[in-house]
């Protein structure tokens, strides 16, 4: 007998139940299709090459007309099903018309989530579901000059920016997460991927969001960003997001949590309602990928026929095509202890693998650029196979493993004399060899007679092994000292790609130069987040979680774990009122100590840190802005009274170093810097072993530099002698600005001196003005971006909670 | 037995970070990776007593504010050349908060 099926929604998922339905148990059902698009079941999967001009609607239909007349289904499309009355067992049309079910599959899927900003509403906002959207954004195309926003930066979004770009369309992509697709890769992934689209033209915003969108006359005219900046568009996409469709499952009183409620038949509440795809729950677990839809289409078939059949969710890999970029994920990069890295990159091909082990088995799997090993691994994932005797070569696939040959100078010697040994100057292996014979001895002639190595470094080890070969054991491996574990190239290789390949973000550099880390160590994040800081201000964002405690925190640690607490003093210059807060905050804060400094003011020693905002704030009040006695950055400027008091005084020292402190203060460089003015030669401030010091003269003032009082005890070198206040301001920024762009990290100014040599010094910072000029011109750009106070900052109500404990469960335990 | 406490949501550490959570048996970090992995720890190092919740986090260790040892979040292991551990605890997210167990952070209440 014929039965009365009745399936809602003609997307993948139940195109697939039909199929399947019609192949094992034909004659059975009598179906009704109902679709609330105007069209039956096609491959929503490939919207993305319709909308980029790769095929055509007709090319992704799955079943045509013909198909369903075959089967003698009755097709209701572009009608939305009203209710269906489980009482009555019928199913109601948008006519009013009564369908009496046997069975009814519900195949809703999902929705697409739109972010309710202000003029969400507006025509030319729409999302990126259907073919109608698709053809909205198509048409767009044929209009020159067309802008379009996409907001979110997963994969539909950045499919439907890369379709729309494809078009000749001026494409922004707006995403809230720090890198795109953050829930598929990780940010040196999604770094890669963010390039590969800017490289097609299209704007990538990460870390950015949205306030509104603007109209006129009805009609989507811009989207406004949250600081404020206008993006003008034309047709606006969100793509932020799908949630199940249930509404017509939770009006007939089914089960339904995040979306409607099966069970392992793909079973509603109701034993004649089936429902399966984007539009259901299942254990917990929503789905949004293709695979498991098809599972679930097998076991509803099944469910229909009767037959025993159950569906278990499997692992999902996910591998991806975005515009050209290969993409591949699976398994689980996150959560969980125990957990192991290793990390390849090749940065010349902009290749990026990642591999997580737990114990000896994989667990997930993150690749940029070559995918080809991608089945492996998730066969590897899958079939949670012991890795252990192959993981040294793992990363590097299957065709690795058996066999491989583990001695690195075998496999150098095996390369033929055409190998690309550099791939940034083209040099083979054979021109290094031939320059080796004919003398070479050391890296640095290799470097200057081919050129090999020389420019990003990266293939230095290979260029040294070919060295090894061909030299025998007259050759020795040059130690330089390498940054840190994390990567072979030292701190002034880093800063040299960092600026000749802009590179502004930490994922960037990391990629870029090989790291073999995922996220660094506290070795080099701290030297990298100065570096691009320096080498790109107003660009590059301030990393806290990169920085040592005492600037994290803006305070120092003590061995107890309090902090000490300085205020600025300018030029050691102080007032009655400013000592007066100065010791009601010691009464407040239960200060242990109150010590006068070597840099004339005065710290608080044993501050708590949840009470560091109150007493900031209180310093901030009475005028008072953070010392940064922490800081790798301007610490003082030390000064006598000058003229003003004192009988040898030649100039007005106290004026000049409060001038100075208030030009300076702010900027990070390399390491901490300390500054004096004396207002005579008889310097009372000790500007002789500061990094910076000023001695007055009658004629002007004599500008010393590279002294340091610590660690190692340095006199200062004479870098010139100046005539006018304005002049030593100048001087002072450009030599400050020339160090923190050639030093490397916690190197004092005076270690760069001895490096670079004071002849070098004196020549861009004295004899050319032009450089000079540049020089501080560079340093005052810098400092708008640095010249805030961190304490009043820190007092905001979003900075005061990190200072407390997340949780206090002694409360809890006294009770 | 488990005894899991939500102690905040995982929002509130900032990634590659960590805040404290005071407890009887005294202070436990708890640490975001750039994962979003979430470890707990005895807040103070073995070596001196560093607020280890103040370190760098990189990967799936820690380094001591202090004197810069290194210990692994998930074993709670001194690595290296160094020798030493703390106390791990059992912790985990669900819907965006962090659970940890407090079974054995209870304890000097119950004794």
Redesign the interface.
Known sequence: MTRNLIVIGAGMASGRVLEHLFETQPGAWNVTLFNAEPRGNYNRLMLSPVLSGDKTYAEIVTHDAAWYEERGVTCRFGEKVARIDRGAKIVVAPDGTELPYDKVVIATGSNPFMIPLPGHDLDGVIPYRDLEDTERMMGLGSAPGARAVVIGGGLLGLEAAAGMAARGIDVTVVHIMGHLMERQLDEAAGYLLKKALEDKGITVLTGTNSKQILGEGGKVRALELDDGTELPCDLLCMAVGIRPNVALAKDAGLAVAKGIHVDDQMLTSDADILALGECVEHQGAIFGLVAPLYDQAKVAAETLGGTQAAFVPKEVATKLKVTGCDLFSAGDFAEGDGRDDIVFRDPSRGIYKRLVLEGERLIGAVMYGDTGDGAWFHGLIKDRTDVTEMRDTLIFGPAFQGGAQSDPLAAVAALPADAEICGCNGICKSAIQTAIKGGAATLSDVRAQTKASASCGTCTGLVEQVMALTLGDGFEVQTVKPMCPCTPLTHMDVRRLIKAKALKSMAAVMQECGWTTLCGCASCRPALNYYLLCDWPGEYQDDDQSRFVNERMHSNIQKDGTYSVVPRMWGGITTADELRAIADAADKYKVQTVKVTGGQRIDLLGVKKQDLPDIWADLNAAGMVSGQAYAKGLRTVKTCVGTDHCRFGTQDSTGLGIRMEKALWGSWTPAKVKMAVSGCPRNCAESTCKDVGVICVDSGYILHIGGAAGLHIKGTEVMCTVKTEDEVLEYTAAVVQLYREEAAYLERMYKWMDNVGLDHIIERVVTDADSRKALADRFYYAQRFMQQDPWAERTKPEYRELYAPLADLTLEAAE | MSDW?D??ALS??????A??????MG?VA?FRT??????AIDDACPH????LS????????V?C??H?M?LRL??GLAQGADEGSVATYPVR?EAGR?L?D?ER??R??VA
């Open positions: 406490t102690i905040g509130a550490i900032p990634e590659r970070g805040r404290l959570v005071k407890t009887a202070c708890v750039v994962d979003d992995e979430i470890f001196k007593g560093g607020p103040e370190g760098i986090v990189h990967g799936r260790s380094t504010p202090l810069n290194v998930d074993t997210v962090i940890l407090t952070l209870r000097g209440r």
